[in-house]
């Protein structure tokens, strides 16, 4: 293992189903710890590997990555289904010449909420909620949800576990 951030360290602390052995990321379950090792060892290209854990589905998303002075290695980010996935947004907002509010609606939007709950959390009307998504679709050239989404979504970042390893 490279490198990892708190919330990955936090996670090993806490026995969840991966742990570090040797300064190598792995698998508690022996069977799931060769599958893994051989998955991280295969990857060429961005790939992506499913753990299960009883009733939980763990996702590994992972890719090649060539560190001057280094071996070759693997990014993995990996999350848990089921549980709150922690994300950010890059500011897309100023990107296409939102405003702060556009954007938060259009966050709200693309995170699964209805138009009549946006306008409770924000405490805005729903014609409001409904002015800010037109003014987006105008400003990022599209008709629909599903155009609107599939532009957006690319911002939002998944921060729940990283390791390189």
Request: aromatic fraction near 10%.
């Amino acid at each position: 293992m490279l490198w990892r951030n708190g919330s990955a360290h936090a996670m090993l602390e806490e026995a969840e189903p991966f742990l570090e052995s040797s300064g190598l990321l792995t698998a508690v379950d022996r069977p799931q710890a060769g599958m893994l090792r051989d998955f991280i060892k295969g990857v060429d290209e961005p790939s992506a590997w499913i753990y299960r854990d009883g009733d939980q589905f763990w996702t590994l998303r992972a890719e090649a990555l060539r560190p001057e002075g280094h071996p070759p290695a693997a990014a993995v980010m990996f999350f848990c289904h089921g549980r709150e996935p922690r994300h950010v947004w890059a500011d897309f907002g100023k990107a296409f010449g939102l405003t702060r509010s556009e954007t938060e609606v259009v966050k709200q939007l693309v995170g699964g909420a209805g138009a009549e709950e946006i306008a409770h959390t924000l405490d805005i009307s729903i014609e409001t909620v409904r002015t800010h998504i037109k003014r987006t679709y105008g400003k990022l050239a599209v008709v629909n949800r599903e155009q609107l989404f599939a532009m957006l979504i690319q911002f939002r970042v998944y921060l729940s576990r990283y390791f390189l390893g």
